[in-house]
């Protein structure tokens, strides 16, 4: 089932223009889509400081994905989302894939996008747009990414594993929580030798990562020298375990120096650090650790 779409977001500078024009298709696919979601990363500061290099670089930017889009029998929906960003629709994921890979390819400089690629179930909130949990997801994919970086999700990394495009590769970045989605996501990274490929763990927000440790009442004083020992074991080990007489103190201890709420500067010390998220386990006797090795 298809939707007709016949212009661009009225919002936008440019006049209005007609898909046909440019090779596009007027027609949103619906049913299972793999959608692309990019951004610009740092797009404030950038025309706050590059203004003119900024205005060039949009509008190079629009003409490659205009074109990237219509050759691999994309679609972009009426709304483009905020800012300096865009979405496109594909039937195949595939083609999504490939259209990523061409626009990170593109000279684009100063500009670096984030994109995400996930495929779903869409719904149309009208005859131009998608709304529903695939698009909020994709959303949410996309903002794991650094500037240069294309993240797939797992569902559409099984769909294109074995069509990559020439001298593609997919690294796997781990599962991730999504912010206000509630099912994490498997994550893959779309990799190529012309591309940067190594980039800091994927961003990940105080609030989902710390989800898993119990609120804290008041804020913990003192002990700093204990507590820069506590985090540097747990930067090393995958595993603490603290046998402390006194549970009380050691629990506080040990949220604190895992980022916990109420910690104030020491969340933010931490907690981008486990971006897998992390928990705590509190024995309800000492008896009970007493096997502990």
Do not use: K
């Not at 509630?182 to 763990?201: A, G, T």
């Not at 985090?231 to 103190?249: D, K, P, Y």
């Amino acid at each position: 089932m298809l939707a007709s779409m016949s212009q661009i977001d009225p919002r936008a500078d440019a006049p209005l223009v007609d898909w046909s024009d440019l090779g596009v298709s007027g027609l949103l696919p619906t049913g299972t889509v793999t959608l692309l979601l990019a951004d610009v990363e740092g797009s404030t500061r950038l025309w706050e400081s590059q203004p003119e290099e900024m205005t060039a670089a949009i509008a190079r930017l629009n003409r490659v994905v205009s074109d990237v889009i219509a050759v691999h029998h994309g679609v972009r929906p009426v709304e483009q989302g905020e800012g300096d960003s865009f979405v496109a629709a594909f039937a195949r994921a595939s083609d999504a894939v490939a259209a990523a890979l061409e626009v990170q390819l593109a000279p684009l400089a100063p500009i670096r996008l984030r994109i995400g690629v996930h495929t779903g179930e869409v719904q149309l909130r009208d005859e131009g747009n998608y709304a529903g949990p695939s698009i909020n997801r994709t959303a949410r994919l996309r903002d794991l990414a650094h500037g240069g970086q294309t993240v797939l999700s797992g569902v559409t990394e099984a769909l294109v594993l074995d069509a990559l495009p020439q001298d593609v590769w997919l690294t796997d970045l781990g599962t991730h929580p999504l912010r206000g989605v509630q099912r994490p996501e498997r994550v893959v990274q779309l990799c190529h030798p012309d591309l940067c490929n190594e980039f800091p763990p994927p961003r990940a927000t105080t609030d989902v990562v710390s989800r898993h440790l119990p609120a804290q009442l008041t804020n913990f004083v003192g002990r700093e020298a204990e507590m820069h020992d506590v985090r540097e074991l747990l930067a090393a080990n995958r595993l603490m375990t603290r046998g402390l007489v006194g549970r009380f103190g050691a629990d506080h201890r040990s949220r604190s120096a895992a980022g916990g709420g109420g910690a104030g500067v020491r969340a933010a010390r931490s907690a981008g650090a486990f971006h897998d998220g992390y928990a705590a386990v509190f024995p309800a006797r000492a008896s009970d650790v007493s096997g502990a090795g």
